[in-house]
């Protein structure tokens, strides 16, 4: 499971999505994410996963990363859909014999799919934005949007920096998570068998050494901008500026029909298409 968790990853390339102005990229991200959930039945979210594996074709980064970050979160999915399988009005069409009040209707089963595919979109398109874009580049955009929170003596670029940083440790700290586990199992530890808290206990070998090793990253970061004379954003320039172009408009332009559109099924589209 750790090697498929892919947060935080940057996959160098030059396709659309790598030009754009990652001040876009941030801003479409956001919009797609109010809109998956402004999309209230199916005719307006085919419209959004639509729009969502355009982008991933666009992106150039294989599809099998994508998919792959998906594995981690499977449990959730599946989880939140049955719950959601008890939820909902409509005929049934299971009855539990021992508990006659847990039943599944169709409107629960509709209900499961809906929030599946919003869970699973969410998590894809915003995987888009780290693999498309480097941590250099995501600073510096969250710092550019940030700015007039300066006005109220916010610290912008110290957060966009804690927040790139703490992004971008992610698949180190998933590194050296597997290598420590390899090496405890090597030593003979028996971490996929027994009961919760057998489990639960056999994680303590490998949480001590990674608290121990995040710390010690953590010091050595912290050294290696001091030493290069780091003060945070006071005065600091831009190597790279930032320009939108021809590309962040089409971009734009298409996610803003889409957007009316989802606005349109689900104001015109009768609530039974869910």
């Given at each position: 499971?750790?090697?498929?968790?892919?947060?935080?990853?940057?996959?160098?390339?030059?396709?659309?999505?790598?030009?754009?102005?990652?001040?876009?990229?941030?801003?479409?991200?956001?919009?797609?994410?109010?809109?998956?959930?402004?999309?209230?039945?199916?005719?307006?979210?085919?419209?959004?996963?639509a729009l969502m594996f355009v982008?991933?074709?666009?992106?150039?980064?294989?599809?099998?990363?994508?998919?792959?970050?998906?594995?981690?979160?499977?449990?959730?999915?599946l989880f939140t859909a049955v719950?959601?399988?008890?939820?909902?009005?409509?005929?049934?069409?299971?009855?539990?014999?021992?508990?006659?009040?847990?039943?599944?209707?169709?409107?629960?089963?509709?209900?499961?799919?809906?929030?599946s595919v919003r869970i699973v979109?969410?998590?894809?398109?915003?995987?888009?934005?780290?693999?498309?874009?480097?941590?250099?580049?995501?600073?510096?955009?969250?710092?550019?949007?940030?700015?007039?929170?300066?006005?109220?003596?916010?610290?912008?670029?110290?957060?966009?920096?804690?927040?790139?940083?703490?992004?971008?440790?992610?698949?180190?700290?998933?590194?050296?998570?597997?290598?420590?586990?390899?090496?405890?199992?090597?030593?003979?530890?028996?971490?996929?068998?027994?009961?919760?808290?057998?489990?639960?206990?056999?994680?303590?070998?490998?949480?001590?050494?990674?608290?121990?090793?995040?710390?010690?990253?953590?010091?050595?970061?912290?050294?290696?901008?001091?030493?290069?004379?780091?003060?945070?954003?006071?005065?600091?320039?831009?190597?790279?500026?930032?320009?939108?172009?021809?590309?962040?408009?089409?971009?734009?332009?298409?996610?803003?029909?889409?957007?009316?559109?989802?606005?349109?099924?689900?104001?015109?589209?009768?609530?039974?298409?869910?």
């Open positions: 499971m750790i090697r498929n968790i892919t947060l935080g990853q940057f996959i160098p390339g030059h396709s659309l999505i790598h030009r754009m102005d990652p001040r876009m990229k941030i801003a479409l991200t956001f919009a797609f994410i109010i809109f998956l959930f402004i999309a209230s039945n199916f005719a307006g979210m085919l419209l959004m996963v982008v991933l074709l666009c992106s150039g980064v294989p599809l099998s990363l994508y998919f792959k970050s998906l594995k981690g979160i499977l449990f959730i999915v719950l959601n399988l008890f939820y909902g009005g409509g005929t049934v069409v299971w009855r539990c014999p021992f508990f006659p009040v847990m039943q599944i209707t169709d409107g629960g089963i509709g209900n499961a799919v809906f929030v979109c969410l998590i894809l398109y915003s995987s888009v934005l780290t693999f498309t874009t480097s941590p250099t580049e995501l600073t510096d955009a969250l710092e550019r949007i940030m700015k007039p929170l300066k006005v109220l003596h916010i610290k912008v670029h110290e957060i966009a920096m804690m927040m790139t940083i703490a992004l971008r440790f992610v698949p180190t700290l998933l590194e050296e998570t597997d290598k420590i586990m390899s090496a405890q199992k090597a030593r003979g530890a028996d971490m996929e068998s027994g009961g919760v808290m057998q489990r639960i206990r056999s994680l303590i070998p490998v949480l001590v050494p990674l608290f121990v090793s995040s710390f010690r990253r953590a010091y050595d970061l912290a050294m290696a901008m001091e030493c290069r004379c780091y003060h945070g954003g006071e005065g600091r320039t831009k190597m790279k500026q930032f320009h939108l172009t021809k590309v962040d408009a089409g971009a734009a332009a298409c996610t803003a029909l889409i957007c009316a559109a989802v606005i349109f099924c689900t104001a015109y589209f009768p609530a039974s298409l869910r």
